[in-house]
């Protein structure tokens, strides 16, 4: 039998560590939008696992909606080089927004997504991302709620990919060049 796929991946976050930090940020997220009901916008692919696990625990009305995004030629996102590969399902007009993202990198996607979702005209609209690495950004934002922040090394796993690969394992794993 082969190798697990990424059992050469040093982990960084397991999957029990992940799991109780989802705990309290969905807690927080509960008492925070208490008695106001709150539409999740999960942002494809990175997000599904996240938001998956997120969305169980929160104790509110919650409606949920996806959104996509793909960069032209790079996987960096370049401001102005992304475009919307699925569009939102339902109006956001009027209601209270939480996106959720699976990590806060450079800020260039969430600055472009924060223009696209506020010409909509949300009541409110906030981010909560799984993961944030504060030293590599170059554009101003920041998240509302933080998982966890990490050093500036590449990682995969809990819905986060190299290459499409790895989105499938249970915990945030360090990805390096070999
Ligand atoms: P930003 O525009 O640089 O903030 O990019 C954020 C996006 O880049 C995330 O939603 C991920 O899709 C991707 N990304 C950034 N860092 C990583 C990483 O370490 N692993 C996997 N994807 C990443
Ligand atoms: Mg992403």
Known sequence: MSEQPGSNLEVLLDAET??????ELAAQISADYRGRPLRLVG????AWVFLADLVRHLDLEVTVDFLSLAS??????ASGAVRITKDLDQTIEGLDVLVVEDILD??????YLRGVLEAHKPKS???????????RRVRPVRADYVGFTIPDVFVAGYGLDYAQQYRHLPDVRIWRAT
């Open 18 to 23: 992940i799991a109780g930090r989802v705990r």
């Open 106 to 111: 450079t800020g260039q996607t969430f600055e």
């Open 125 to 135: 609209l906030k981010l909560v991302t799984l993961l944030d690495k504060p030293s």
């Open 72 to 77: 032209y030629g790079n996987n960096s996102y």
């Open 43 to 46: 942002i494809l692919k990175g």
